[in-house]
């Protein structure tokens, strides 16, 4: 039975990934920082899979030790991960300029989180798949990686797109060998994405796709090994229209839709 390891499971995409797999009769490592919400996720799954094991961890990877903390308490239960998953990320929401104190601190935990722990993790996971001599890594970015930046979103945006760019470069690197690196890049999904982020209105403005359905993408798309995942028709359009048209004409639609009005 193979294990996958998921970051974010508490909630959203994660959430409904840990689902799937379980279904699929995968062993579940599922890592966020509301316990109980990981706790309940076990419990549920347990009723309709009593076969898998799961482990369930607390753990808040924005701080800089935690992706090794991670590996080594996976290490120490001899638990060996054939699939991991970099799912956990947060956006954060106002004009850069006049961010405050308290949101600078949180796009400080944004950048830890959406890049220096995907980076950190993969490192430290490719390491041991290199000596498993195979591996599977799904990078969770976004539509948001295709355009030419984000105004009123712009660190989150800037994150996303590193992480297509870093995740598109290692799986060339890695071309030649069993270890595959996909990135999923969802468009707008129902999720606790919003309320944390806070960007209001999102819902009312875009046609959003359930998690549970790009969780389902997510998961075929990585079974066929697929370079790009992009969920649903829509946003595999705006993905095109982002190649087509004029970056002044994308940052004007974009600051658009971000608008809270
Ligand atoms: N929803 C969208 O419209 C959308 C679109 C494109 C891409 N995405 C990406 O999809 C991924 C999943 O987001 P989602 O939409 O499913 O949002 P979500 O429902 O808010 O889920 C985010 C998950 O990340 C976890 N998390 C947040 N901060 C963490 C930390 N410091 N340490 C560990 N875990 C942390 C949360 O758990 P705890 O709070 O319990 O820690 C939660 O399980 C993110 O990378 C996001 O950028 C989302």
């Not at 379980?22 to 419990?43: F, G, H, S, T």
């Not at 979103?153 to 290692?170: H, P, R, V």
């Amino acid at each position: 039975m193979e294990t996958v390891l998921i970051t974010g499971a508490s909630s959203g995409i994660g959430y409904e990934l840990a689902k799937i797999y379980a279904k699929n009769n995968y062993n579940l490592v599922l890592v966020a920082r509301r316990i109980e919400k990981l706790k309940q996720l076990k419990r549920e799954i347990k009723k309709s899979n009593s076969k898998i094991q799961i482990k369930i961890i607390e753990m808040d990877l924005s701080e800089s030790k935690a992706p090794k903390k991670l590996f080594f308490l996976l290490e120490n239960d001899n638990i060996e991960i054939d699939i991991l998953i970099n799912n956990a990320g947060i956006g954060v929401y106002g004009n850069f300029l006049e961010l405050s104190h308290k949101e600078m601190e949180k796009i400080e935990k944004m950048l830890n989180l959406n890049i220096i722990a995907v980076v950190k993790l993969t490192k430290i996971f490719l390491n041991k798949m290199k000596k498993q001599k195979r591996g599977t890594i799904l990078n969770v970015a976004s539509t948001a990686a295709f355009q030419p930046a984000g105004p009123l979103m712009a660190t989150y945006y800037a994150s996303k797109s590193f992480m297509l760019s870093f995740s598109e470069g290692i799986r060339y690197e890695l071309k030649n060998t069993n270890i595959k690196i996909s990135t999923l890049c969802p468009g707008p999904t129902i999720t606790e994405f919003e309320k944390m982020s806070k960007t209001k209105k999102f819902t009312d403005k875009i046609k959003m796709m359930s998690a549970e359905k790009v969780a389902k993408i997510a998961f075929n798309g990585l079974k066929k090994g697929k370079k790009i995942i992009i969920p649903g028709y829509l946003n595999k359009v705006s993905v095109l229209t982002s190649k087509v048209f004029p970056r002044e004409l994308l940052l004007k639609i974009i600051k658009k839709i971000q608008q809270n009005k």
